[in-house]
C-alpha cells in the first residue's frame, strides 16, 4: 500500500481504529521519519483523544485510557530499548488483555508478539511511504476492510 503524505498515514491509523480492539497487538516498524506515530496518532484521535499524541520516545510507555479514548491503548516505544529482557519491567504482558497495544520499533523485542498486526513503512522515492502488513489470523478479516 502506498501513503502518499502524512494526511494518509494519519488516515490509515484512523482506518485501523475503526477495527482495532482490546487484546490486539499492532507493531509499528521502519526507520526514523517513516511515519509509525503518524500512524498512532490518526488511531488516537479517531479513538477520541482531543489534540496530538505525543511521541512516547522518552517516556517508552504512553497509556490512554477511557474517557480520554474509547478503550484503554497502550502507545509503546522501544527505540532506547537495549534488550527485550526489559520489557519486563514495563508491565505489557498484563496490559495485553484489556489494552490495544501500538508497538513502534518491535525489532527492539524480535518474536515477542508473533500474533500482531505488523506494519512495516518505507521510504519511498517520491516522498510517500510504502505500507507492507504482516496479517495474522485475527486480523485477516478485518484486514480486507482497510
Known amino acids: 500500500m502506498i501513503l502518499a503524505d502524512p494526511a494518509a ?32 496518532r490518526g488511531l488516537l484521535a479517531a479513538l477520541g ?12 510507555v504512553q497509556p490512554y485510557a477511557p474517557p480520554e479514548v474509547r478503550f484503554p ?38 518474536g515477542y508478539w508473533p500474533n500482531a498486526l ?3 513503512l518505507a521510504m519511498a522515492e517520491d516522498g510517500g511511504r510504502r505500507l507492507t502488513a504482516d496479517v495474522p489470523p485475527g486480523w485477516r478479516e478485518r484486514w480486507q476492510q482497510i
Open 49 to 60: 483523544l482531543a489534540g496530538e499524541a505525543p511521541s512516547p520516545s522518552f517516556a517508552i
Open 118 to 120: 505488523q506494519l512495516t
Open 73 to 110: 491503548v497502550l502507545h509503546v516505544d522501544l527505540y532506547r530499548i537495549d534488550d527485550a529482557g526489559e520489557l519486563d519491567e514495563l508491565g505489557l504482558d498484563e496490559a495485553e488483555g484489556d489494552s490495544l497495544l501500538l508497538i513502534e520499533w518491535p525489532e527492539r523485542a524480535p
Open 9 to 40: 498515514t494519519e488516515a490509515l491509523g484512523a482506518r485501523l481504529a475503526a477495527l482495532a480492539r482490546p487484546g490486539d497487538v499492532v507493531t509499528l516498524a521502519g526507520p526514523l521519519g517513516a511515519g509509525k506515530t503518524s500512524i498512532a
